[in-house]
């Protein structure tokens, strides 16, 4: 089965949303929180001190190739890394993208030059220390991002707030009282009023 590249990026977002829902879940359970206490999902991260799925996967992701740089020439994931075809067509289009372009992709989000990435990887100390730097990073911008995303929501919410928080009336609301239209009530029929007058003089 085949995708386009918005096929794919697509299913990689509903993966990616399935799996931090999935994590959330599970520390909820841990924690004993229950959907009740209305906690977000950014205070359920701190009380568990643990990172999310997003960024424990691309901390992943820089450790592993940072570990196929430093192999030796001749081993075969470094020759798929870095290899590249010597005859060959593609078809018309957009290409698709490779795992260079997402590495690509990911250097970025955490801030690491991508045409220096392979001298810093050459030492492994370093280079897990960038790493686990960037990812502290990419999750501090990621939980930022999301507070402001709630409190913006929130706000949008309830904009009258301000002024129901006030006993006084506002200068640019209006306070008449609306108006009250009665119907009056249409006179009644002619053979109605005789029916009523003949009933009245039965009974008497």
Known sequence: MFFTEDQRTLFCQVVLRLLERFHQRCLRSILNIHWSDFITNIEVLEMAEADSIESTLLKIQLRWVGHV????????PKIVLYGELSTGRRDRGAPKKRYKDCLKKSLGACHIDHCQWADI?????????????AATSFEEDRRA?????????????CPASDLSATNEP???VDITPPLIFIREAKPKKKKEEDLYNQMTINLT
């Open 69 to 76: 740089s430093r192999m030796e020439d001749h081993r075969l």
């Open 170 to 172: 506002a200068a640019d």
């Open 145 to 157: 991002h999301l507070t402001d995303k709630t409190t913006a929501a929130t706000v949008s919410a």
């Open 121 to 133: 990887a050459s030492n492994r100390a370093s280079w897990r220390l960038t790493v686990r730097r």
